[in-house]
């Protein structure tokens, strides 16, 4: 909400970490938050003995266009159900004195000083989208590198594995020939093709990607566009009867394949694969409201007077690139080969500038490795952070990270992703993971101030990041549990760009993943139990995931 008129005169007080307040200023120099630490009154509302609060006055908060809606293909799991809880989950061990400390300081720290709404404007602003493999990619994984050497972090360093092409979009135009002349909204799908010459054929509409919808216009599909719309590809459909409906389609080799996207001149790109590997026909998004006219000028034409339309793609296209992984570390000062990791992708789609998705997880990363750098004394663990490529084409780096380091993952004591904007965060996602409750109770006063000590069992976004090749080989994976109400308004738009960034959100979910990482990574105890294949089988099934995750590495997206 941004205050105005009724906005309330007395800003309200939460309670965060132990003892006195740390020296330093009392006003952030942030210029939509200011940030006061004092002593609460007793026996406060929700005082814990951390005897330390933060008031917290919004004075302006930018402003996100409500034109635009969610995405018009969103590949949705399954609901949620109860996951498998382990029989030795082990007590969570209190928090110590010292650790309270350490996240007091860290709180301080990040919200009167952060740098991540300045590291966000740099790769938004500077640097601009990051399609995978792309130049403007190479200069963010340099951009990163040089932060993380200049934070003074340890092993930095960049780990390559291969796309199997790179795409990036240079021109598209399209227009309907008969019976009207009209020009089109259209846009090249990812990793189609370019066009040789312009596309021109009849349209044919396809009701449904099923087996039988397709064998029934098989004879038909052969040399026409097929236009594809929402009610093609049903409400949340597998992934298996998605991908393998596609590959039916194009068996029977359309001209070209037209996909919606969202309302007329809001492009909304994603890829129709989780490979990395070019299309073999052309495929383009249209405007919605294109598309609906299409569908009833079909409704009146014949095979006398067809729905005739034409289009042409210009992508730039390299084969076999190798993209780099960045990655650093703070080593730990006790037990230096067990592992925190703190990720997010750095790739992102092209026609905004990835200010959002995924920005602010990038710069909750670096923000995260600068504060925790700044500590007099690292975690008892390791902290390693990495910024991976390729998640938008199929959690394509992080897959690769996993299967280069399955000799390594036994010593990942947790791993914590960020990739759902920057609106303020409420806690973790567990993906299923029950048996991580007990570490988060325990570090949960430490989040309270934050308001972000909840969890969800909510697995919607179970394979749609950069934790899950860590989830199925039984890592403890935690994704930062954000609303997405805004964040989904300008998902893959050109519209997410940095003005849509409100600072002090962004600076408290980098405090709960700092303070979650530290707590986690600074505990005498492991964080959650490692899985073996039967029991993660078991949290698979009971969330309604399992079927996914065997298509999944039925096809070698997931190990």
């Known amino acids: 909400m941004t205050p105005g008129a009724n906005a309330p005169t007395t800003p309200p007080s939460y309670p965060i970490g132990p003892g006195p307040p740390p020296p330093g200023p009392t006003q952030s120099p942030i210029p939509h938050t200011s940030y006061l630490i004092n002593t609460p009154p007793p026996q406060s509302p929700r005082t814990n003995p ?7 006055a919004v004075t302006s908060k930018p402003s996100i266009s409500a034109r ?33 400390a350490a996240v007091r300081q860290l709180l301080g720290d990040i919200l009167l000083n952060g740098q991540a709404y300045e590291y966000d404007r740099q ?58 002349d009209h020009p089109l909204h259209l846009y090249s799908y990812g990793w189609s093709p370019s066009t040789t010459s312009a596309v021109k054929a009849p349209v044919l509409y396809i009701p449904a990607l099923t087996p039988g919808v ?23 459909p597998s992934l298996e009867l998605l991908f393998s409906g596609l590959d039916r389609l194009r068996s029977l080799h359309p001209a070209a394949i037209l996909t919606p996207g969202g309302p007329n001149g809001t492009e909304t790109l994603s890829s129709f694969n989780f490979s990395g590997d070019l299309e073999p026909l052309p495929e383009a998004e249209i405007g919605d409201e294109d598309a609906s006219l299409l569908k009833r000028l079909l409704d009146r034409s014949s095979d006398a007077s067809p729905v005739t339309l034409q289009f042409s793609l210009t992508n730039r296209i390299r084969q076999n690139v190798a993209v ?41 990363v670096l923000e995260v490795a600068r504060a925790i750098k700044a500590l007099p004394q690292p975690p008892r663990r390791t902290v390693r952070f990495v910024l991976f490529g390729g ?80 989830d199925v080989l039984g890592v403890p ?34 405090a709960t993943t700092a303070v979650t990482a530290f707590a986690i990574a600074d505990s005498p105890q492991p964080f959650a139990p490692h899985l073996n294949p039967t029991e993660v089988q078991s949290f698979l099934k009971k969330s309604n995931n ?5 298509y999944l590495k039925k096809i070698n997206s997931l190990p």
Not at 214 to 236: Q, R, S, V, Y
Request: glycine content about 8%; overall charge negative; aromatic content about 6%.
């Open 68 to 100: 635009l809606r969610p995405a018009a293909l969103v590949f949705a799991i399954a609901a949620v159900a109860p996951a498998h809880t382990p029989a030795q989950t082990p007590a969570a061990a209190p928090v110590s004195p010292d650790t309270r």
């Open 123 to 180: 790769l938004a602003d500077t640097i601009g989208p990051r399609l995978t493999g792309s130049p403007n990619y190479m200069r963010a994984a340099a951009w990163a590198q040089a932060h993380f050497h200049e934070l003074g972090l340890s092993n930095v360093h960049t780990e390559a594995w291969t796309i199997p092409a790179t795409w990036e979009p240079d021109s598209a135009s399209g227009r309907i020939l008969t019976p009207i």
């Open 324 to 364: 780099p992984n960045v990655i650093a570390e703070i080593p730990g000062r006790d037990l230096v080969n067990e592992v925190v990791l703190i990720g997010a992708h750095l790739d992102s789609w092209n026609p905004g500038t990835g200010a959002q998705d995924n920005g602010t997880g990038v710069s909750t």
């Open 546 to 550: 399992l079927d996914e995750y065997l």
């Open 477 to 510: 994976t935690l994704v930062l549990w954000t609303d997405t109400d805004l964040y989904f308004k300008l998902h893959h738009k050109a519209s997410d760009t940095f003005d849509s960034v409100v600072q002090k959100d962004l600076n408290q979910g980098a």
């Open 391 to 470: 998640e938008e084409q199929g959690l394509l780096g992080s897959t690769a990270y996993v299967r280069a380091h399955t000799a390594d993952l036994a010593h990942i004591d947790a791993v914590l992703i960020s990739d759902t904007g920057a609106q303020p965060a409420k806690g973790w996602y567990l993906m299923g993971r029950e048996d991580e409750k007990p570490a988060l109770k325990a570090i949960a006063p430490l989040l309270a101030g934050l308001g972000a000590d909840q969890t969800t069992d909510d697995t919607q976004y179970l394979f749609e990041t950069d934790h899950a090749a860590f």
């Open 50 to 56: 951390t005897n330390l609060r933060i008031t917290e």
């Open 214 to 236: 397709l064998d029934g216009l098989a004879g038909k599909i052969h040399g026409n566009i097929a236009l594809l719309d929402h009610e093609t590809f049903g409400e949340k």
